[in-house]
Every structure is written in C-alpha cells, then in structure tokens.
Nanobody, 124 residues
C-alpha cells in the first residue's frame, strides 16, 4: 500500500519558519522524484518545489525561491520543505507527491501518488 503522510503544518506569524515533512511507505522511495504542491482557498493547486530521485537537482516556483528549500533523506523515506520568511500569501494546504519521472517534474498530473495535505496559515 503506497502512502504519503505530511506533517509539520500550523499557524505562524509573517516572517516565521516551518519545516514540513512527508513520510513515504509502500514504494522504493529512492527511485521517485518528490514534489510539494499547495492549494489556497478558492485557487487551483500550485506547484511549489521538486527534487529528483538522485537529489542532485531541484526546482522551485518563482515566488518561493530563496525562502524555501526542498530536501530528502532516503534512509528515512522522507522529504522535507523548509519554509523561511513566510508571508500571508503562503497560506495554503501543502501536499507532497511522488513521481517516477526523471529530473524535477512540475506538472500536476506527473505525480500519481499524493498525501492528504497539511495546512499552513501565516498571519499578519
């Protein structure tokens, strides 16, 4: 049974930091690219960041470059999203996803496996 479980979301003030985690099971984690998406109220799900299975390449949406960092620990079957300098516009439910594509895919439908999401709210 393939499963992704996100954690680490919560309520923070603008300028603060959070680290999201996504624990994977039921798949060979090191052979999957991993991505983070977010969905704000009333908006479509948006690509945030991705990391290749080799961990040698990453990609980010322009609005989070320099503030967010995606990383992975294959020994723990876990991908992380470190979020610094948070802004109210970052408020959303954050989802992790797994893809067998090469490189750092950004397309929503390139990710067949999804977690349940973890909410992030940034005040002020």
């Amino acid at each position: 049974q393939v499963q992704l479980v996100e954690s680490g979301g919560g309520l923070v003030q603008a300028g603060g930091s959070l680290r999201l985690s996504c624990a994977a099971s039921g798949l060979t984690f090191s052979t999957y690219a991993m991505g983070w998406y977010r969905q704000a109220p009333g908006k479509e799900r948006e690509f945030v960041a991705a990391i290749a299975w080799s961990a040698g390449s990453t990609n980010y949406v322009d609005s989070v470059k320099g503030r967010f960092t995606i990383s992975r620990d294959n020994a723990k079957n876990t991908v992380y999203l470190q979020m610094n300098s948070l802004r109210p516009e970052d408020t959303a439910v954050y989802y992790c996803a797994a893809s067998k594509r090469l490189g750092v895919p950004r397309g929503l439908y390139e990710y067949p496996v999804w977690g349940q999401g973890t909410p992030v709210t940034v005040s002020s």
